[in-house]
């Protein structure tokens, strides 16, 4: 019984531990080939009476700068929390919300929130603590705290690739 199993166990532990010597994700790994250079459409989500009305729409003024023709944008949704949504230039439509809300700083660090996107990739880097309760990679939920998290954007979700713990 033992040696029917140990293949089984030796492959696990060779998994687990290379997963954990991964090296982060790279926006050059998550390439778009097409980046969209027509004129950003108007908003097309109707006013909602909430301060998001005015920042979605000096968002729509910028020009693409993610994932090929989306607009990433971040703002302040209630008290120092940081919140951020994605428009498609090519419709004016909100696609989507960041996965969380964010503390704007990291009460025991001092770090404040950060996100990096590209305009050729569809991977997205978002830096900071959660607002709201986070799940990890493997589906279960992780504490608060600050961490560096991967997501690659399929034009609808965000699917989370890699987070590190700072």
Known sequence: MLTKMLPRVLMLLCAVSFSALAEPPLFSQYMIKDVYGGSVHSLV????????????????KGSVNFAGHYI??????????ICGEVIDAKTG?????????????????????DIEYH?????????GVTENKELGVDGNKVSHKYRTRYYDFDGKEFHLIMSEDE
């Open 45 to 60: 989500n109707k006013d909602t009476g909430s301060q998001w009305d005015g920042i979605r729409k000096d968002a729509i």
């Open 72 to 81: 990433v944008y971040t703002g302040g949704c209630g008290g120092s929390s």
């Open 93 to 113: 439509e909100v696609i989507k919300t960041l996965p969380n809300a964010y503390k704007g700083e990291d009460e025991e660090t001092g770090k404040p929130f």
């Open 119 to 127: 305009v050729d990739s569809s991977l997205i880097v978002i830096m």
